[in-house]
């Protein structure tokens, strides 16, 4: 069973929504804060959202305003909700831990973002 699995991810418009999931394992959630990350071809992944045990959420500056980021450990899932989309937002979107993990292989799969101007 993987241990991160995201979903969610879709072509819209400029100014669109969408709602991206990711389940993560119990002993994941349990122990550490959670994090949304985006990546385009060729650059490094971007923190994008973290939200804390306690609930606390801070968001890189070009989104903020316009993602939400929350989390239900009872059901194992973490969320990001995306308003407003922009062209710029297009990337493909990972949950992990915030720190995030140094191994590739503990990052799931993504799912991809594509907002159409």
């Known amino acids: 069973q993987a241990q991160l699995a995201e979903s969610g991810g879709g072509l819209v418009q400029s100014g669109g929504s969408l709602r991206l999931s990711c389940f993560a394992a119990p002993r994941i959630l349990a122990k550490n804060d959670m994090a949304w990350y985006r990546q385009t071809p060729g650059a490094q992944r971007e923190l994008v959202a973290v939200?804390?045990?306690?609930?606390?959420?801070n968001y890189t500056d070009s989104v903020k305003g316009r993602f939400t980021i929350s989390r239900d450990d009872a059901k194992n899932m973490v969320y990001l909700q995306m308003n407003s989309l922009k062209p710029g937002d297009t990337a493909v979107y990972y949950c992990?831990?915030?720190?995030?993990?140094?191994?590739?292989?503990?990052w799931g799969q993504g799912t991809q973002v594509a907002v159409a101007s």
């Open positions: 992990n831990t915030e720190p995030p993990p140094v191994q590739e292989y503990l």
């Open positions: 939200i804390t045990r306690g609930g606390s959420t």
